[in-house]
């Protein structure tokens, strides 16, 4: 399996402009999870997904947001209008159903609104 | 109070030594345990899941006190190959559950 894929690895957009990330999970994976990592607040969970269904928006920072996974292969995280308080590395990660299993990550993308 | 808390370090030590990190979560209801590496610029990686009984992975040994809410990792005879930032992570005990991220500790690791 070619793991978690991203794309794109990165991006620079204009503030006001919509961006939107895009994540491959693992085939077979059932949970597949967005984080933001920033210097000054660490890797945070953005929303995460189980069976394609959201399970846990509350780390969204703002309706500017928001994420889809309309099937099990694919998932999409949109920033509309960004903002340049959004510069981020943005990580998916995906999982299978079983306690205690190891989430793997993508390589992730870098984004820089100016 | 964050969920899942670590000194930020850096922690800078000479090749050979041993370090150890801490970290302590604030939900009682968290039933596994995980440190993740993550190099610079790279995605984070499992280094090794935390038993309560503990556990040891050549020179890493995992700990955890679930009556103090404290995880710990040891690192011993450091390489250079060490320095990265460590991860302390939680999950709650159920499918289908997020792993919560502390901010990590950053070693490094010099000859």
């Known amino acids: 399996d070619a793991g978690v894929i991203q794309s794109p690895r990165h991006e620079v957009t204009e503030m006001g402009q919509e961006v939107t990330l895009r994540c491959k999970p693992i085939?077979?994976?059932?949970?597949l999870f967005w984080y933001r990592q920033t210097m000054m607040r660490g890797l945070e969970l953005l929303i995460y997904?189980?069976?394609?269904?959201?399970?846990?928006d509350s780390g969204m920072p703002e309706d500017r947001f928001s994420a889809k996974m309309p099937n099990a292969s694919f998932s999409t995280l949109k920033i509309q209008p960004s903002e340049p308080r959004d510069s981020a590395v943005y990580f998916c990660?995906?999982?299978?159903?079983?306690?205690?299993?190891?989430?793997?990550f993508g390589q992730g993308t870098r984004l820089t609104v100016v | 109070r964050k969920e899942v808390e670590q000194d930020p370090g850096p922690f800078n030590v000479p090749e050979g030594a041993t370090v150890a990190f801490n970290c302590t979560y604030s939900?009682?209801?968290?039933?596994?345990f995980f440190w993740y590496r993550q190099d610079c610029r790279k995605e984070p990686k499992l280094l090794m899941s935390?038993?309560?009984s503990g556990n040891e992975d050549g020179r890493f040994t995992a700990q955890l006190n679930r009556a103090s809410q404290y995880i710990s990792l040891l690192i011993r005879d450091s390489k250079l190959s060490d320095s990265a930032t460590y991860l302390c992570?939680?999950?709650?005990?159920?499918?289908?559950?997020?792993?919560?991220f502390g901010k990590g500790t950053t070693l490094s690791v010099s000859s």
């Open positions: 935390v038993y309560s």
């Open positions: 992570v939680v999950l709650l005990n159920q499918a289908g559950t997020a792993l919560i």
């Open positions: 990660a995906s999982s299978s159903d079983r306690i205690g299993t190891e989430a793997f």
């Open positions: 085939s077979g994976h059932n949970s």
């Open positions: 997904f189980n069976n394609n269904v959201p399970i846990d």
């Open positions: 939900n009682s209801a968290s039933q596994s």
